[in-house]
Every structure is written in C-alpha cells, then in structure tokens.
C-alpha cells in the first residue's frame, strides 16, 4: 500500500483545549473490566466449588429431577465447566471462548428453574425467629452474568488480562520474523526529539521548529499539559533514523463516534518520503489502533484536510469512513 504523509487538520488541538467531559472519570472506568472479571470469575468458581463439596451425584440427581439427558456426565460438564471457566474469566484468559458454556449453563438454569418463579432473585416473604424466610428465586441473577459476560466479550477484558499478555507475545514473535533491516513501531523517547522536530516541521510547516520542540519536550517527558492519555509512534530504521511518526491520543467526543466513552485520535501521521510504499504507515496506524483499545477504546477516528486526496484514499483503505466534511470561517474584528 502506498504511504503518504497525512496530518490532522487540527494538530494544534493535540496540546490546546483539550476534552474535558470525562477526563476524570476515564482512568478509573478503564479498570471497570477487572471488577466485571472478579465478581463473574469468582461467582462460578463458588458455584462449581459448591457442587463439587455436595458430590456430582447430588447435582445429578437434581438435573435428572428436571429432565436433563445423560445427568452424570451433565453434572460433571456443568461443574467442570464452571470451575474452569470462572478460572479463565478471573485471569481475562480465552474470555470469548469461555463465555460460551458459561452462557449456556446460565440459560439452561433460567429455563428449567428460574423462569416460572418471575424476574426478582430475592423474594422476602418473612422475618421469623429462626431468620429471613425467602421464596424460589427468579431469573434476575443469571441475567446479570449474562450481562456481565456479554460486556467483557464487546468490550474486551480490560488491563491485567491474560487474553492482552497473549496479543502482545503474538505481536513481538511477529516482529522478530520480519525482515530486521525494515523499520520497527516503538513508541518516542527523549533522544528521538530532533528528528521529531524536523518531522513535524514538514507535517505541520505553520509552526516553528522551536514550537515544535517544546511541545515534543514535554509530550516525551509525560509533562504534556494534556487532560487524557497522548503518546508518539515512531517507525524507526536499522541506522537508528526515524521513518515516520504517528501522534495519537484520547478524545472525549469525535464527529460520528459514540460520544457516550472517549474515542482514540490520530492527531498527525506522518512517513518520510525516502520509505514510503513499504507498509510502515499501516504499521504506525494498527500500532496507534493497539494502544486506543488498550485505552478500552472501541472506536479510532482521524482527519485530514478536503484536498488531500491521497490521503483520504490511505485512510479509506485502511478501514477508515468518512463522517463528515465542513467549511471554517473568519472573521476580524
């Protein structure tokens, strides 16, 4: 694929006015997944851990009672299954995959047991000497691991998760059998900025060189004054230059994204003309893509100015959709 230098059409809204709607709520809210796989972990483990102390043989006569096929081998599926997958869901291990038998056990009990006895799970009928006095629950507990389930599978395991360590060591033995004289994706270091600069300097030719490097100064000393997470992609040769660059960041809104969750954002993407049409663009945006879902992002947007038809085609080809296009006015006063 053909790689072009490509810019925002904002790029000084990277460091100006940045989103505040929910920069304070974000960094706890990207932690949410690890308190779903917790609780859910922890609940089925609990539940097949109970079983198992009862005896399979107990359970199985409960599922032959309700008219389960085979209720030996199904009392070990159920237990083995809950064990098992509880375990995975813990660890955010094969969650998709884990989900599946979880689901169904969940299904199963809302059916044969659950549903007649309406939606509340705790029905107090009374308080007496010996205690609380409950009726037959309903099904309102297996929806929410339903939901519980179905939130970690749409919108992945969250930090911590062995399902990322997994992605993360397919990547690295990805790169160690590409050809060592191509560039490699890492992200910018101090040492990096005068290259940067230079970069920039043909990305954006508006601002100064030294604009330039006080921004990159602070940005690559994690002192950008900045409300949400922003880093620097660099494809960087077997002599130590830098090809290229991407600038991406979090967003709390984009045009045509969800403006309920923020939102990853290429702020500039930029490959120096002596290395392009060798996939090192594609590289830097799925590079800038992995790190807007490790942010729980479930969406990335960009932009570039109404002529650059070059690179509309490059972002058309990578997936990218347009959204919207509009027209900027002044006036002075």
Same mark, same amino acid.
């Given at each position: ?160 998760? +062995? ?52 921004? +990159? ?100 080809? +990578? ?13 002075? +006063?």
């Amino acid at each position: 694929m053909n790689n072009v230098l490509s810019q925002a059409a904002r790029p000084r809204e990277t460091l100006g006015a940045g989103p505040f709607v929910v920069s304070n709520q974000f960094p706890l809210a990207r932690w949410a997944p690890i308190v779903l796989r917790l609780i859910v972990g922890c609940g089925f483990m609990a539940h097949g851990f109970a079983k198992l102390t009862r005896g399979p043989d107990t359970f199985a006569t409960v599922l032959h009672a309700l008219g389960v096929p085979l209720p030996h081998f199904m009392a070990w599926v159920t237990i083995l299954a809950e064990i098992a997958g509880g375990f995975a869901v813990f660890l955010g291990a094969f969650v998709t995959f884990a989900s599946v038998p979880l689901a169904a056990i969940l299904l199963v009990a809302i059916v044969t047991v659950h549903l007649p006895y309406g939606f509340s799970s705790i029905k107090l009928i009374a308080v007496t000497s010996a205690g609380p006095q409950f009726g037959p629950p309903g099904y309102e507990c297996d929806l929410l691991y339903l939901a519980c389930l179905a939130a970690l599978v749409l919108g992945g395991s969250g930090p911590w998760a +062995l399902d990322g360590l997994i992605r993360k060591r397919r990547e690295t033995r990805k790169k160690s059998g590409e050809n060592p004289g191509h560039p490699g994706i890492r992200r910018a270091e101090p040492p990096d900025c005068g290259q940067l600069v230079r970069m920039r300097e043909t990305l954006w030719p508006k601002s100064f060189a030294g604009e330039h490097a006080r921004e +990159l100064t602070l940005i690559l000393e994690g002192k950008a004054p900045v409300t949400m997470p922003l880093i620097i992609l660099v494809a960087e040769a077997s002599d130590r230059t830098l090809a290229g660059f991407l600038e991406v960041d979090l967003r709390s809104h984009a045009d045509g994204c969800n403006p309920a969750r923020p939102v990853g954002y290429v702020e500039g993407w930029y490959v120096a003309e002596n290395h392009r049409h060798q996939g090192i663009g594609r590289k830097l945006m799925a590079a800038a893509e992995d790190w807007a879902r490790s942010q729980g992002c479930v969406e990335i947007a960009s932009d570039t100015w109404v002529d650059n038809e070059v690179s509309q085609r490059v972002h058309e080809t +990578l997936g990218y959709e347009v959204v919207d296009r509009c027209v900027h006015y002044r006036k002075t +006063l």
